[in-house]
């Protein structure tokens, strides 16, 4: 193999497989990035077998080959290159990284050891990359880290028509997108459970005007876009979808609209005033909202947010992170917040973005301090 | 105390002042920072008994008087405030800061309790201010962090004449700065160690375009520039000057004159391939120098930067990050590389900068591997 491409384009494309693969493997092999090279140009693929990423990028091939290195040195000696062009050669049980001044030599893997990236399953439908890109790191967020529940660390997913919802819950908060959905002909229903925290990854590579193809069958689900695709294994259903459907049937008490940004700064000065539990409390009032803090050691802080308030006018005491994470997927725009009674989710919604992506987003109360 | 100012520059004078403070102190009132308005404006001022800093700035004075609150929590909240100015006000048992929308509270602490902050010792002399600032920012980052070995924690400072030289070193690397030097007529001659981490922080505050006057008795170093003053309490002597004298008694066998940003690039560049010490080898050739990393699990690298080659062409081996240490303070600048033989350091010059400023940097070389 031996081929020259832009330093930069090879440096983003290798630090994406790379960050695919788990940090530190038993076997080394599934920490490598697999290079592949023809008359088309060179595809750079990474599999730790649950995962799989293959990504095609243009070069100037001079002996078609492949090759596979350590996904991560290789990025890293890309990154801090500072000449356009880079040539990765072949050379005896090495790979080269060669500029004009300088060799980087790379031990080879055994190609034969690898398990392979796995093409995706069949088209199930599309969706347009910036809105899936937005959905997806709005909702993801908000599925659990913690691997000991795995149903909560998942992303779902399903199919409605010509809508996609996505949702996402660790149990205190929960984010369902709407996006639109085109179907492919005769394809089963998409319907799925996925892991959260890795499509959230590869959406942040999908480009605002492509198209993603949505692929899956009983194990696996694929995405498809431009000239890149990536597939993982899903998780283990059932998902409490019927608990979820409750938490939607929300009876709101009253409503205040406010600009997402302003209250979310409020509550970040808030929030070190906090107390034990870093609480901040909302208190609606006429054409207002208040945000306050009180801590025993901190000192207290209040702060009034203009919003347009209707209904019963409450007080909710929310964790502050858990409220900014519920304000952040509103960033730049108004959010309607909707105050349920006693400890039920407080509902936010904004109606669809100009990508058409529908967010509900609902927080849980904590119990006021003393109750 | 009642007074309206600019929240940014009260945020950036308070989060000086908090920064000096230690995080964590039994008691209290020393994580304080003491306000006190009159009819010049306001004085922020904080000590930990060791290190004391007072900072005068401009506000409109509503009411004179003193407040002491806890400094870290108050620089958060100003650093958080979007309105353009700040009250602070003594409510009660309280110090409010209040913008037109939100108002935070926090507990006054004991006045009483607090040490006060000393006044500097008398002048010694004075330097400018951007001169100050880059020899004790590149000198003071060579002494030890770790005080078990106090005085190579130490900064030496000493007038010579119309000079004042600045030294530092942790064995293994050695830096010294000169500089011009105004001494005050009649004082003592300025000679002392001084902690090397605070005066590099406190360097930061200085303005360009400011005068440093330097303060000194047998106990205290001071330092006054604008409307600001800090002090902090001597380290012990001796320091080992005659070991420091010698180290700079060098006999060069052979010079590279280079560019040291891009050597600093090749080294960087280098160090994934350092081996498990972090090594990389310099090779001085004919209108080059060679930068070479060798790794028998990462691979290797080599790559030529251009440079001016004089006397003996050998080969030095470095811990790449001390190397990219010694580089650092020559950024931007050609600097010529000083190499002696065997295990004596390499010296590093540039001549005098634009400021005045002399660099030696001196920096100890590795055995080679399998020596």
Avoid: C
């Amino acid at each position: 193999m031996d081929l020259t491409a832009t330093t930069a384009t090879l440096a983003t494309t290798t630090a994406q497989v790379a960050a695919l693969l788990p940090g530190r493997v038993p076997n080394p092999v599934l920490g490598g990035v697999l290079l592949t090279a023809d008359a088309h140009g060179v595809v750079l693929a990474g599999s730790d077998r649950e995962h799989g990423l293959r990504l095609t990028r243009t070069a100037l091939v001079h002996a078609e080959g492949r090759a596979l290195v350590a996904a991560k040195p290789l990025a890293e000696t890309l990154r801090a290159l500072d000449a356009d062009q880079v040539r990765l050669v072949v050379e005896g049980p090495r790979l080269a990284v060669r500029t004009p001044t300088a060799r980087f030599a790379l031990p080879l893997l055994d190609t034969d050891a690898h398990p392979g990236v796995p093409a995706p399953p069949p088209v199930t439908g599309s969706v347009r990359g910036e809105a899936w890109r937005r959905a997806v790191l709005a909702v993801a967020p908000t599925a659990s880290r913690d691997g000991t529940l795995p149903i909560f660390t998942g992303l779902r997913l399903w199919a409605e028509g010509d809508r996609l919802v996505l949702l996402a819950t660790d149990r205190y908060r929960m984010a369902m997108a709407e996006l639109p959905w085109r179907p492919e002909p005769n394809a089963s229903r998409l319907d799925l459970l996925a892991p959260a925290g890795v499509l959230a990854d590869v959406a942040k590579q999908v480009g605002r005007g492509e198209t993603v193809a949505l692929h899956a069958d009983p194990d696996r689900v694929g995405l498809t876009w431009a000239t890149d695709s990536f597939s993982t294994a899903l998780l283990a259903m059932p998902f409490p979808d019927d608990r979820a459907r409750r938490l939607l049937e929300s009876v709101v008490a009253g409503t205040a609209d406010v600009d997402a940004d302003t209250v979310a700064a409020a509550v970040r000065r808030a929030a070190p005033y906090g107390g034990p539990h870093g609480t901040v409390t909302l208190a609606a009032a006429d054409g207002e909202l208040r945000v306050r803090g009180n801590d025993p050691q901190a000192g207290e802080s209040e702060e009034t947010v203009k919003a347009t308030v209707s209904g019963h006018h409450g007080t909710t005491v929310y964790q502050a992170r858990y409220l900014l994470d519920a304000l952040r997927p509103f960033a730049g725009r108004s959010v309607r917040m909707g105050f349920q009674e006693g400890l039920r989710p407080t509902v936010l919604t904004a109606g669809p973005d100009e990508d058409e992506v529908d967010l509900t987003y609902l927080v849980v109360p904590m119990r006021p301090p003393g109750e």
